[in-house]
């Protein structure tokens, strides 16, 4: 058998070039998101930049010690780190912090700490060797309800805190499962589920602004619509056994889904989730109260044009006009000191890591690290289209960081953790049998 002889034998100098680059154009997108005249040392430990260059220090230390580990622990300790993980998020239940809302964080002092971040990387490994031992039997629907169950559980705790946006993060995995042999159709319901959702806040608004019985004839409309549009697939699929019942079944779901949206958002979604929804669907315009972080994001990327205002030149950078800066809105940062060009950049670095981390996963013997590889690139992603989609206004302001370049330790260190995880374990494709 073929022997390392070295923690740095074929590691993946591209994707660790890749996440240097990100990281260090981060911190600087932080400096100039919260430059302060009197405080313009890059290295100020009583600012957020100067303790983010902590925090990479750290976050290097960490990558190091992933690389010194046995490829072989992170499998071995897969169960261990997921149920931790488990433990952690019921444990913030009870005896976590509330922050903007959500009680998902451990505070200690000047530390804090996310288990959802946790959470990610051991859901992650899990899935990824439930489905090694597994997989090839993922036909049987015991093996899917498993695998849904590792997925989802994590997901559900993180929802009681409440923390939308990093619940969203678990849903994503179901690509995983697609690629493991899940059938398409569970995304065209999730889809469904999202339209039937958008349409009936609408009808609410609409019943708000007419009388009821028109709201009452507009709502039988609309399903009289769907059951129009269950006809015609039953039509099709006419020949198939059992389709009526599964077109009766699928209306009755839909007709129960639709009429209790209303219940949902108005008693499970906080007041500032609503408002956010709202004002992205253009329910409601307030551009001064819950619309305000997106219209001074879009004024900030829209006045950067094609090259930028250049480093430390952005006035909404500078006067400090969008807030949350540093974390959520980082990207507007980008968008008006370096212009179209910068943040196409930047796009650019986030979807090349992603195919490469995708490339690479289906090359690797090792059924564990292709799964693994699949998870990483499908949080990666999600993290990515949710944070520049808040930015620009086509996404829901829910609190989810830009991965390596947010402002945080505990958001830098799990994705650290998450990437080199992957990068060890591909150092070692030559080495392993499966």
């Not at 209303?262 to 956010?276: A, G, T």
Request: net charge neutral; proline share 2%; glycine share 8%.
């Amino acid at each position: 058998m073929r022997t390392k002889q070295s923690i740095f034998q074929d590691i993946d100098w591209i994707m660790v070039a890749i996440y240097l680059v990100l990281v260090a154009f981060g911190w600087i997108s932080i400096y100039a998101a919260t430059f302060d005249e009197q405080h313009r040392d890059i290295l100020d430990m009583t600012q957020n930049h100067g303790k983010q260059m902590l925090w990479i220090v750290l976050a290097i230390v960490i990558a190091t010690a992933i690389l010194l580990l046995d490829h072989q622990f992170f499998e071995t300790f897969a169960y261990a780190i997921y149920g931790i993980s488990l433990f952690l998020l019921l444990a913030v239940l009870f005896v976590g912090s509330e922050i903007k809302g959500a009680q998902s964080w451990f505070v200690l002092g000047p530390i804090s700490f996310q288990p959802s971040e946790l959470a990610k990387y051991g859901t992650a490994l899990a899935l990824a060797k439930y489905l090694k031992v597994h997989g090839s039997k993922f036909k049987e629907m015991r093996i899917k309800l498993i695998s849904l169950c590792i997925i989802f559980l994590p997901a559900i705790l993180i929802m009681l805190q409440p923390d939308v946006g990093s619940m969203l993060v678990f849903a994503v995995l179901l690509v995983v499962l697609y690629r493991q042999g899940l059938s398409g159709w569970i995304f065209i319901l999730g889809f469904a589920a999202i339209f039937l959702f958008v349409i009936a806040l609408f009808m609410k608004q609409f019943s708000w602004e007419i009388s009821s019985e028109t709201s009452i004839a507009g709502s039988w409309l609309f399903l009289s619509l769907l059951a129009s549009l269950c006809g015609v697939i039953f039509y099709f699929l006419r020949k198939s056994k059992g389709s009526l019942l599964i077109i009766l079944g699928s209306y009755l779901a839909s007709l129960g889904y639709y009429l209790s949206v209303d219940f949902v958002f108005d008693h499970v979604l906080k007041p500032h989730h609503q408002n956010r929804i709202n004002e992205l669907l253009g329910i409601v315009s307030d551009p001064l109260g819950a619309g305000y972080n997106v219209h001074q994001s879009k004024i900030a990327i829209g006045s950067g044009g094609f090259f930028g205002k250049g480093f430390l030149q952005g006035t909404q950078t500078r006067f400090h006009f969008v807030p949350e800066q540093s974390t959520d809105f980082i990207f507007c940062t980008v968008g008006e000191e370096w212009g179209f060009l910068g943040s196409v950049v930047l796009v650019s670095l986030f979807v090349f890591l992603m195919a490469r981390i995708i490339w690479m996963a289906e090359k690797q013997r090792s059924e564990f690290t292709r799964i693994y590889g699949y998870c990483l690139a499908s949080i990666l992603f999600i993290h990515f289209t949710i944070n520049i989609g808040m930015a620009i206004g086509l996404a829901p302001v829910i609190g989810i960081p830009l991965p390596f370049f947010s402002y945080g330790g505990s958001s830098l260190w799990s994705f650290t953790v998450l990437l080199f995880t992957f990068i060890k374990l591909d150092s070692e494709r030559k080495f392993v049998l499966r």
